[in-house]
Nanobody, 123 residues
Framework: VQLQASGGGLVQAGGSLRLSCAASGRTFREYTMGWFRQAPGKQREIVALIKWSGGYTYLSDSVKGRFTISRDDAKNTVYLQMNSLKPEDTAVYYC?????????????????WGQGTLVTVSS
């Protein structure tokens, strides 16, 4: 699976962005898809994940109520809609795919990674 993330940019606090992650590969629907982020000097952390079929989603406490994750298996694409952005959301955002059985929030269980897209939120 190859992943291509896009949609990052510079936005003022309170604004919105939508990140997209396009995946290649015919078995896209079998993977759990996750969005992670990494701010300067910090470890990479889970932001959101969605299981195949979209039946299960997870949002971290820091983004719950502001971000939404969705996927379109027909387009092999997963989205992260980010609303009410805060300066602390500034980071490089990565999409990732996990073939590990079950649903994992652990970065080590994601075998495929996109190149990252930078989100900068100004105050």
């Amino acid at each position: 699976v190859q992943l291509q993330a896009s949609g990052g940019g510079l936005v003022q606090a309170g604004g919105s962005l939508r990140l997209s992650c396009a995946a290649s590969g015919r078995t896209f629907r079998e993977y759990t898809m996750g969005w992670f982020r990494q701010a300067p000097g910090k470890q990479r952390e889970i932001v959101a994940l969605i299981k195949w079929s979209g039946g299960y989603t997870y949002l971290s406490d820091s983004v719950k109520g502001r971000f939404t994750i969705s996927r379109d298996d027909a387009k092999n694409t997963v989205y992260l809609q980010m609303n009410s952005l805060k300066p602390e959301d500034t980071a490089v955002y990565y999409c990732a795919a996990s073939a590990t059985y079950g649903v994992s929030r652990d970065v080590r269980d994601y075998q495929y990674w996109g190149q990252g897209t930078l989100v900068t939120v100004s105050s």
